[in-house]
């Protein structure tokens, strides 16, 4: 039975040379060559995984078979590489020149349904994350009440408790988030983290229990 289908979209020769180096020989592969969005391969029955050239912009946002894994692979891949493979549904983002053993343990993975990335990648884009600032929101247009309100329960505190803080009812609490929710278009308190994002010393002042 022939092995798992491979194929690439992307103008890239270097990277098409590379891919025919590393995986043409492999046996347990099937691999169906490189092509560019304007010579599309003729339909398979069987399910292959797509390797797309990340950094062709036509390439990148082809229409594709929701049934087929993709890995986009990047020149240079960085932390917004793979928030864009996050953002686009794919299965993988890898350096476009990984050694052999990078290329077929990422492709083994996503055919066992897993998302494959270099480990180097993915400890930089942690580390970019807990650098990274909190979004700054301007919240000028919210009242003084409302902001605070946000305040509270961008740290998990329920409308009883923000209630009770503020010597306010819980149902004006709901209230003056129901109105944040609408001013601002998002939906739920998880949203709310997004639009304020406390620092420690204002979390290090939740000590009320939950009710």
């Avoid at 050239?53 to 020149?75: E, K, V």
């Avoid at 979004?135 to 605070?148: A, D, F, M, Y």
Wanted: hydrophobic letters at 40%.
């Amino acid at each position: 039975m022939p092995g798992l289908p491979v194929l690439a979209f992307g103008r890239d020769r270097r990277w098409a040379a590379h891919l025919q180096r590393v995986l043409a020989p492999r046996g347990e592969l099937e691999w169906c060559g490189v092509f560019t969005v304007d010579s599309l391969p003729a339909p398979s029955t069987r399910q292959a995984v797509w390797l797309l050239d990340g950094d062709d912009l036509r390439t990148a946002r082809m229409p594709t078979d929701s049934q087929s894994p993709r890995i986009y692979c990047y020149r240079h891949p960085d932390v917004s590489s793979l928030r864009s493979c996050a953002r686009l549904g794919a299965s993988g983002c890898l350096e476009k020149l990984a050694s052999p053993d990078v290329l077929l343990r990422a492709l083994r993975a996503v055919e066992a349904g897993l998302f494959a990335v270099d480990s180097g990648l993915l400890t930089r884009a942690l580390a970019a994350e807990r650098r990274a600032p909190a979004p700054v929101h301007n919240l000028g247009h919210l009242t003084e009440r409302q902001r605070e309100i946000v305040h509270w329960a961008a740290l998990g505190m329920s409308n009883k408790q923000i209630g009770r803080r503020l010597g306010i009812s819980p149902e004006t609490v709901k209230s003056h988030l129901h109105q944040v929710f609408e001013r601002e278009g998002i939906s739920g308190r998880v949203a709310l983290l997004a639009l304020h994002r406390p620092d420690d010393r204002s979390k290090a002042t939740v000590d009320e229990p939950v009710s």
